[in-house]
């Protein structure tokens, strides 16, 4: 018996709408990484890009569990002394909520060559309407599926 190995012209990609609406952060990172890598495929290969598109919307409805809104906080440095900033994301929620949900996802993909093309695959917008309606079928992902 032969070991398969797909082929990068037998990948299809399919669409997923994702909505966040009273939805916790890291489950929903969680999901969206789990359909950009393609572990919900049976041809799932770890070399190969196999995943599929998500659009998450509503990422301005999010919530997030115990007092992490607070206590959670974002770093960044410019390089220059006394350059050090930090954010909680309390504040990123409410200015770039985005942003938030792309970190989060980000953190859960692999650290290798196939994670900037897993992240274009990505699509995030704060409200329910997107440029997407034509890809995507009808049904979108609920917190039951």
């Not at 939805?23 to 919900?40: F, P, Q, S, Y």
């Not at 410019?78 to 990123?92: D, M, N, P, T």
């Not at 859960?108 to 079928?137: C, D, E, F």
Request: with cysteine.
């Amino acid at each position: 018996m032969k070991t398969y190995s797909v082929k990068v012209s037998e990948i299809k990609r399919e669409w997923h709408v994702i909505d966040a609406s009273n939805r916790v952060l890291g489950n929903i990172a969680t999901e969206a990484a789990k359909l950009l890598m393609g572990k919900h495929k049976p041809i799932f290969s770890r070399h190969l890009d196999t995943g599929d598109f998500v659009i998450i919307i509503h990422a301005d409805k999010l919530c997030v569990t115990g007092n992490k809104a607070k206590q959670k906080l974002y770093y960044r440095h410019s390089g220059y002394a006394g350059g050090f900033k930090s954010v909680s994301l309390e504040k990123i929620l409410e200015t770039k909520p985005t942003w938030a949900v792309e970190h989060a996802v980000k953190g859960m993909l692999p650290n290798n060559r196939l994670r900037k093309s897993m992240m274009q695959k990505l699509k995030v917008y704060v409200g329910g309407a997107h440029p997407h309606l034509s890809q995507t079928k009808i049904s979108t992902m609920s917190p039951g599926n």
